[in-house]
């Protein structure tokens, strides 16, 4: 069983930052890819960026291209997650999650193979 725990959300206001990060108390994760999702209320959880293993290959979602950064630090044993230009939209619980695979990134909640509790990112306007 693997535990993540997400640190970093709160509130802002639209336009500014936050980073979020994830990491796995007593557990390595540096040899898998690693994801990001969040959840608005009333709707689907949904993909918004995953890094490989290595870091070698990252995705976003289109949503948060050029506002969000996906980073690893495998020393630390800790994913970020740094979202700039925060819009309302953006509000939501944030994920992470592991993928116990080294493969192409999958983007779908259900390829993941453990979740955190999440951190809840609120955006005023």
């Known amino acids: 069983q693997v535990q993540l725990v997400e640190s970093g959300g709160g509130l802002v206001q639209a336009g500014g930052s936050l980073r979020l990060s994830c990491t796995a108390p007593?557990?390595?994760?540096?040899?898998?890819?690693m994801d990001w999702f969040r959840q608005a209320p009333g709707k689907e959880r949904e993909f918004v960026a995953a890094i490989t293993w290595n870091g070698g290959n990252i995705r976003y979602a289109d949503s948060v291209k050029g506002r969000f950064t996906i980073s690893r630090d495998n020393a630390r044993n800790t994913v970020y997650l740094q979202m700039n230009s925060l819009k309302p939209e953006d509000t939501a619980v944030y994920y992470c999650a592991v993928e116990l695979w080294r493969g192409v990134l999958r983007t779908r909640a259900a390829d993941m193979d453990y979740w955190g509790k999440g951190t809840l990112v609120t955006v005023s306007s």
């Open positions: 007593g557990r390595t994760f540096s040899t898998y890819n």
